[in-house]
């Protein structure tokens, strides 16, 4: 299967794509080349180093196969288990989000700062999964590329993100666009107070915000 190219699913994993096994191979290929130990959705861990890097390799792969233009691939760095960079490429148009801790957020090396939205009543939202409930946002949207739409958090775009009802995220899906959103002056925390700075397998529920008190008011009401 894995020598097949083409849209679809390649039937070697629920949910995966050709697409999703081509990348990975490409990813493996160059960051195992260069010393790194790799935690991947596709392919879980190689190599050994003394940095690890997490990676979706096509993160929104639905969207890619079926040619909606809003996917891209996310690469978080963590030396032990300390997050210390992201970067986040968005396929479609090219725009490369990247953020070394302590030193900012950036877009194709332009400082980017998240939105000063304090009202839930004036925020756009996004989610993954569907709400099951309105509390009361301008507007809300369903992407399907977490770590863009937490990018996009962080450059202002959208002023939440978060899950919703049974779904949940991977740290492949989230570390990268975490740390950017970090860097760029938004918050986060998971509607269970579980840790999220883990390059581990394991489900979380994360919540975005571009200020403490949209944070505060998602929280508070629970999960959606």
């Known amino acids: 299967m894995k020598s097949q ?16 096994v081509a990348a990975d191979e490409v990813a493996l290929r160059v960051l195992g080349g260069a010393g790194l130990q790799v935690v991947s959705e ?19 792969s639905t969207n890619c196969d079926r040619g909606i233009p809003f ?29 070394q801790k302590g030193a900012g957020a950036t877009c194709n090396g332009h400082e980017i700062r998240s939105s000063s939205q304090t009202d839930l009543s004036m925020a756009i939202a996004a989610f993954s999964g569907l709400p099951s409930r309105r509390l009361g946002w301008a ?44 860097e760029a002056g938004a918050v986060v925390q998971d509607y269970r107070d579980e840790e999220l700075e883990t390059s581990a397998a394991v489900v979380r529920r994360p919540v975005f915000a571009s200020t403490k008190e949209l944070l505060s008011t998602m929280l508070n009401e629970g999960t959606l």
């Open 139 to 182: 507007q809300y949207r369903a992407l399907g590329a977490a770590s863009l739409e937490i990018c996009f958090v962080a450059n202002g775009s959208l002023d939440v993100y978060a899950v919703a009802q049974q779904s949940t995220l991977h740290p492949w899906d989230y570390l990268a666009g975490m740390l950017i959103a970090l």
């Open 71 to 99: 996917y891209a691939t996310s690469l978080a760095v963590m030396r032990g288990s300390e997050l210390i960079m992201g970067l986040v490429q968005d396929h479609s148009t090219g725009d490369v989000f990247e953020a």
């Open 5 to 20: 190219r083409g849209r679809g699913l390649s039937g070697e994993r629920e949910s995966q794509y050709f697409l999703d």
């Open 42 to 60: 596709e392919s879980g861990v190689t190599g050994h180093g003394e940095f690890t890097v997490v990676v979706d390799p096509i993160d929104g």
